[in-house]
């Protein structure tokens, strides 16, 4: 027999019930994950949606109730999203509902905003004669307001109820006795909360030149030939891309299709979002993380209503609820921000592809420093590659140079600034030019080391690094942990204690020091914590009200001010060191990334790189612009090491709040999957899936929990998946063991 998970209530607090019923064999093969079906319930009949479909019984069959129908043979938006949340389940590792939480994200409670006007009634608008005989009853009973009201209505007609109390000075009270006499009436109109609050001049359409033409020009032919496929745009840095996604978009738009526009993160919606609402007007709208839940249920309600056809945002902005997808962008699709860092942990550009295929749509990825992971399956002819060789218009490349730290402290400069740096910075202000200095570090100065003894000052409860701030307090990042700074060594009394990093704080007040009348601006985390704060530094920066911008990753990604000539990179080998094997990836894309910021407009820009070891490949291939130079080695090294793209890894990290268990669940995992995949693979030619550890966590205790990794890597994803599927099933079986275990699983991460 089979049977069927359905939920009866999408609202985002009734996801977690679902209720079982029997599939019957009639319905076997039209009835699929997202179906809209017809079940008795209680003594009613109700639609519902299938979220699953099994062959194990939860209960007793004999009280379960058969499904009595299926509700048309489309899947509507909302059945849709449903297969899609079964489908990221199934690929990443989650409970159905943490999916359809991730998927169905607006169905929370959230008032309607709406807007009332006054009017007369049609009795007496129409009758002015019955207008003059109850003002001059209003004028015998002295009911002031009263008259005041109907006066004002007969003369202008219907107006705002906001208005009418505020500035005819009428109360509630008033109002109502007028409506139950039928002289007025109130109308509610539903009003969106709209989040693009300014008006802007229409743009003229921008002529593209050969190379943006003829990579719009053959994804158009596709797309009129009803091929739907996936593109990768690899171009450098100014070379038009956003041009390109906007003439594709056009004709997308003009075939009656809507548009997802996949940005990384808040950082990019400023300049981003005003590109296409000068081109498109109304018809787009944009999500972030920092509207308020209102904005975002009334984007979702507008979408899902058809009276938008472009949305913008982050990841989150993939599960819009368009009925006629025809195409998603995936701009910078490189950027880290596009994995999920909570359960589902999706990706952006694989869910982006699968949605694509259950719409009909494409995909376009693009970027100048394209991830190892798409490259890899460009090169493959699973995606279709376009290369943008030249930038746009009339700028040009700049010119970098690297400039080796350990040979400045030789010669006597302790200072942040290279010579060669300090030097160019002085002209570029002398010239009234801008200037970007980029830091891929937060803090103010970083870890607290002493120099003798070794000892670094941890948080007690996260085993980490504590990060000394200008306050005087040093501080856990991670838990929110703090303590005064030391000024002697803890361990072993030693004077010889301080921190090493350098942080946006320490360099803006560099930067005031060694330039006195440089008007300078911050940008990181702590300074745009507000709504729109990263939209009010830029606008600064972009409108000359300052020479130079400091700043974290934000700065670096998606921005382009032409007056912009010098791109500091301070410390450029910072991110190298870290333990993840995306690191020389990551650094690469950064310093890309950030040399790709000077020289925009029509003057060439410089790029210094300070690095304590230039001579590595991911610094020299970013220096002379080489993204091939850089793939052919990473993939060398990710071949030699059987890292993702070339092989598949699944991370399992176990976490309790009990040491003991947290070692010992990854054992009991490791040797029920050894068993059971020598069941299904023993007898075959398959390789089995290469187990690694249990080992610790880089950060075992974060706030009083321990976590233990389990690796698994394997060339095929589908075995991967089979390997939770077989953790999974022991975990729901042995879920008495597990009560005080968490188990998370993270694909090529």
Known sequence: MWFADIIVDISIDKLDKTFQYILPDELLGSVEIGSQVNVPFGNRRITGYVVNITDEAEFDVNRMKPIESLVGNAVSIDGRMIKLAYW????????????????????????????????????????????????????????????????????????????VKSKLNISASTITALIKQGVIVKDDNLVYRNPINREYAPAAKCQLNSEQS???????????????????????????????????????LSMDRQVIMLIPEIA??????????RRFGNQVSILNSRMSKGERYDQYLRAKRGEINIM??????????????GLIVIDEEHEGAYKSDSVPKYHARETAIELASMCGASVILGSATPSVDAYYKARSGEYKLFVLNNRAGESILPEV????????????????FSRKLKKLMEERLANKEQIMLFLNRRGYVGFINCR??????????????????????????YCGYSEPDKKLCPKCGSKYIGGFKVGTEKIEQAVKDTFPTARVLRMDFDTTKGKEGHEKIL?????????????????????????????????????LY???????????????????????????????????????????????????????????????????????????????????????????????????????????????????????????????????????????????????????KYIREHEQDFKMVSVQFDFNQ
């Open 401 to 416: 140079e690297t400039v080796d730290l350990r040979e400045e402290l030789k010669s006597g400069n302790k200072s942040i």
């Open 312 to 325: 913008i945002g982050p990841r989150s902005a993939l599960f819009t609820p368009f009925d006629r997808l």
């Open 578 to 728: 870290s333990s993840d094997f995306r690191a020389q990836e990551r650094t690469f894309e950064l310093l890309t990334q950030a040399a790709g910021r000077a020289g925009r407009g029509t003057k060439r820009g410089n790029v210094i790189i300070q690095s304590y070891d230039p001579s590595h490949y991911s610094i020299q291939t970013a220096m002379h612009h080489d993204y091939d130079g850089f793939y052919e080695q990473e993939i060398m090294y990710r071949e030699l090491m059987d890292y993702p793209p070339v092989s598949n890894l699944l991370t399992v990290k176990v976490s309790s709040k009990y040491e003991q268990l947290a070692n010992d669940a990854p054992v009991w995992l490791l040797n029920v999957a050894t068993r059971e995949l020598e069941k299904i693979f023993g007898d075959t030619e398959i390789e089995m899936p290469r187990a690694i550890g249990p080992s610790r966590a880089s950060v075992y205790k974060l706030n009083d929990i321990f976590s233990v990794l389990l690796f698994f890597k394997h060339k095929q994803y589908t075995v991967l998946t089979q390997v939770k599927d077989i953790l999974e």
């Open 452 to 477: 003798e003894c070794g000892h670094v000052i941890k948080c007690p409860h996260c085993d980490i690094a504590l990060t000394a701030h200008n306050n005087g307090r040093l501080v856990c990042h």
């Open 214 to 252: 003829y990579v719009a020009h053959s994804i158009i032919a596709d797309y009129d030939a009803g091929k739907r496929a996936t593109y990768l745009i690899k171009g450098v840095t100014g070379s038009g891309k956003t041009e390109v996604y906007l003439e594709i978009i056009e004709h997308v």
């Open 539 to 575: 606008e600064e920066f972009a409108g000359g009200n300052a020479d130079i911008l400091v700043g974290t990753q934000m700065i670096v990604k998606g921005h382009d001010f032409p007056n912009v000539t010098l791109m500091g990179i301070l410390l450029a080998d910072l991110s």
């Open 88 to 163: 990221m389940k199934h690929n990443y590792g989650s409970s159905i509902n943490q999916a359809l939480k991730t998927v169905l994200p607006v169905k929370e409670t959230v008032r309607e905003k709406t807007q009332s006007t006054i009017s007369l009634s049609e009795e007496y608008s129409a009758d002015s004669e019955k207008v003059t005989a109850f003002l001059a009853e209003c004028g015998k009973k002295h009911y002031a307001a009263k008259q005041r009201i109907v006066e004002t209505l007969f003369k202008d007609g219907a107006l705002d109820e906001g208005m």
């Open 268 to 277: 990019l919606t400023y300049q981003t979002v005003m590109r296409f609402y």
